[in-house]
């Protein structure tokens, strides 16, 4: 079936420096690829999408570029706040449905 | 605010209890889901519902029980609560059908702890 694997966490990074929270997906057909964050006591919010090969999301100052020769979706910022700090899911949907599948989660833990 | 409520936001049950999670959404939306999240595991989908009227299994339908009861309200049940129930759990909608794949919008969640 289709999956997705992110990269372990936890990320801990200064304020300013470069994120990349790398992810890989599984998938028998052409999926849309997003990026959810997760911040501490709430909801899952939409972060960021594409739904095509080549197509670059972005948001909020992160992006992330579907690769479907490599089957990736890594997410990257270049210069983290402090109120970035959250868990990041990377997640796929079956074109047919949209019912999405998550990888495991990355926290991402910015310090002053 | 439109969005996705859920209530309560909190529970504690005994072992052998039941309750009933509800949601709501004002989206207008046709897709309804029901995940619960646990540490290193992420999100999995116990139910959905693709429209009103219809509803499937997911990933982990065990122990549960859902009703749409009209195309906002999604409500998930817990017929006898076992302590591997104790998870958050969270309802998302979405616009559903084909074409333009769209994502989800999600409740602030519940906390459920099985005793």
């Known amino acids: 079936g289709d999956s997705v694997t992110q990269m372990e966490g936890p990320v801990t990074l200064s304020e300013e420096a470069f994120l990349t929270i790398n992810c890989t997906y599984t998938?028998?057909?052409?999926?849309?690829l997003f990026w959810y964050v997760q911040y501490p006591g709430e909801g899952l919010q939409l972060l960021l999408k594409a739904t095509k090969a080549d197509d670059k999301g972005s948001n909020k100052g992160f992006e992330a570029t579907y690769r479907k020769e490599t089957t990736s979706f890594h997410l990257e910022k270049g210069s983290v706040q402090v109120s970035d700090s959250a868990v990041y899911f990377c997640a796929l949907s079956d074109f047919g449905f949209q019912k999405l599948v998550f990888g495991t989660g990355t926290r991402l833990l910015v310090s002053p | 605010n439109a969005g996705v409520t859920q209530t309560p936001k909190f529970q504690v049950l005994k072992t052998g209890q039941s309750m009933t999670l509800q949601c709501a959404q004002d989206m207008n939306h046709n897709s309804m889901y029901w995940y619960r999240q646990d540490p290193g595991m992420g999100l999995r989908l116990i139910y959905y519902?693709?429209?009103?009227?219809?509803?499937d299994k997911g990933e982990v339908p065990n122990g549960y029980n859902v009703s749409r009861l009209n195309k906002r309200e999604f409500s998930l049940r817990l017929e006898s609560a076992a302590p591997s129930q104790t998870s958050v759990y969270f309802c998302a909608s979405s616009a559903g059908g084909g074409g333009e794949s769209y994502g989800y919008t999600f409740g602030s969640g519940t906390r459920l702890t099985v005793v």
């Open positions: 519902s693709a429209s009103e009227g219809t509803t």
């Open positions: 998938a028998t057909g052409y999926p849309s």
